[in-house]
Structure formats: C-alpha cells, structure tokens
C-alpha cells in the first residue's frame, strides 16, 4: 500500500502561515477521523502535533491547526517561526488488513 | 519526564539478526500499547509493528512479518524488536513510540531512534 501523498517542501516568511497537505483513499485518511501530524527535527525524536485530525496535545501551540475534507488532510502553522523549520509527517488509520498505520512521505518547511 | 531510549543497533550482514531494545522511564509502561516505527534513508516514516499491554495483541507491517519479533517486560520497562533475516531494505533508523492513550492511532512520544545498516 503506498504511502499518504505529502509535498516534498514547503516555505514561508516568518509571520506567515502555511498548510501541508496529506493526501490518501477513503479507506484511511478519507473513511476515518484519525490522522495525526508529528514534527521531526534531523537527529531528535518526533513530536507529536495534531491528532484524530484537529486535536492538539497539551503543551502544543495553538499556532499549530488540522482539518480534513474529503481525502485530505491539512496541517496549517500560522505565525510562523524560525523554530518550526522540520520535517512534518501525516498519518492514518487504514483499514488495510496488513497494516495499522500509514505515514506521508513527509514535507520539509524552510522558514525562510 | 517521559524518556525512550532505543539501544542495540549496528551494521550487520545481509541473512543475520539484531535484537532492539527501548528502555521506558518516566511513565507507567504497562499501561500503554508501544509500537516500532522506523525511517530508511532519506524516506519517510513506515510503521514495524505493535504490542498491547500484556502482549495479548500485536501486529506486524506485511514488509516484516514472520521475520521481526516484537517483545515486552513489563517489570523492565522496556521493548523490544527481534529482528531475523535481515535485508539491505531493513536499513534504516528504528524508533520506539508510545501509542497515545488518548487516540489509539496517534504516538505522543517517541525515542530518539537507533540505527540499523545491512550491508555486507
């Protein structure tokens, strides 16, 4: 099963926003609500972001939004800073019977 | 703080084995399913495989099963990934994550990775 669709880069201005996009089927990103957003830093552990599609953890950002439409899902950073420069992955639930979860290919942000 | 700390990668031949290892602190680790993701070279991120609290569950990606061994010890706090008939394919940095307790598909930590070259 191929990966969820992710742009390879993104970039903005500091003070800017941006939105990733993650794309996939009806059979995880559009069939159900459990995309998830992870923030990686080269070098350090991942982070979780936004999960079950819109839901920050605590000690997230606020700067820090998800949406979904259709087979869709977006990730936005409003506000941008220098420190959100990273590799961004999305995730799903698929209803695969050979997985669980399905990554993106991730998206590098350039705060420029 | 909640600490994952993967141990027990290296280089190893095509065909030989390598046990993984992630020690947990910081948590009650028996209360959380933990999961195996990992990262080849310059791709993005592909999940390995999943446990339940007491091991009564656990699933695998296609691309590993019948070859990775996923293990827990709960009084050790720790995880572990048995990996057998390694393929260059299998290269790449592994990383332990909690499964989040609160969504069932989301991991609210993870370790810093370890990494793993098949190569002979």
């Known amino acids: 099963q191929s990966a969820l669709t992710q742009p390879a880069s993104v970039s903005g201005s500091p003070g800017q926003a941006i939105t990733i996009s993650c794309t996939g089927t009806?059979?995880?990103?559009?069939?159900?609500?459990?995309v998830s957003w992870y923030q990686h830093h080269p070098g350090k552990a991942p982070k979780l972001m936004i999960y079950?599609?819109?839901n920050r953890p605590a000690g997230v950002s606020n700067r820090f939004s998800g949406s979904k439409s259709g087979n869709t899902a977006s990730l936005t950073i409003s506000g941008l800073q220098a420190e959100d420069e990273a590799d961004y992955y999305c995730?799903?639930?698929?209803?695969?019977?050979?997985?669980?979860?399905?990554f993106g290919g991730g998206t590098k942000l350039t705060v420029l | 703080q909640v600490q994952l700390v993967e141990s027990g990668g290296g280089l190893v031949k095509p065909g030989g084995s390598l046990r993984l290892s992630c020690a947990a602190s910081?948590?009650?680790?028996?209360?959380?399913?933990m999961t195996w993701i990992r990262q080849a070279p310059g791709k993005g991120l592909e999940w390995v495989s999943y446990?339940?609290?007491?091991?009564?569950?656990?699933y695998y990606a296609d691309s590993v099963k019948g070859r990775f061994t996923i293990s827990r010890d709960n009084a050790k706090k720790s995880l572990y990934l048995q990996m057998n008939s390694l393929r260059a394919e299998d290269t790449a940095v592994y990383y332990c994550?909690?499964?989040?307790?609160?969504?069932?598909?989301?991991?609210?930590?993870w370790g810093q990775g370890t990494m793993v070259t098949v190569s002979s």
């Open positions: 994550a909690r499964v989040y307790s609160t969504s069932g598909y989301a991991f609210d930590f």
């Open positions: 910081g948590f009650s680790f028996s209360d959380y399913y």
């Open positions: 446990i339940s609290f007491s091991s009564n569950t656990i």
């Open positions: 009806s059979s995880d990103v559009g069939g159900y609500n459990y």
């Open positions: 079950e599609v819109s």
């Open positions: 995730s799903s639930y698929t209803s695969s019977s050979t997985l669980y979860v399905l």
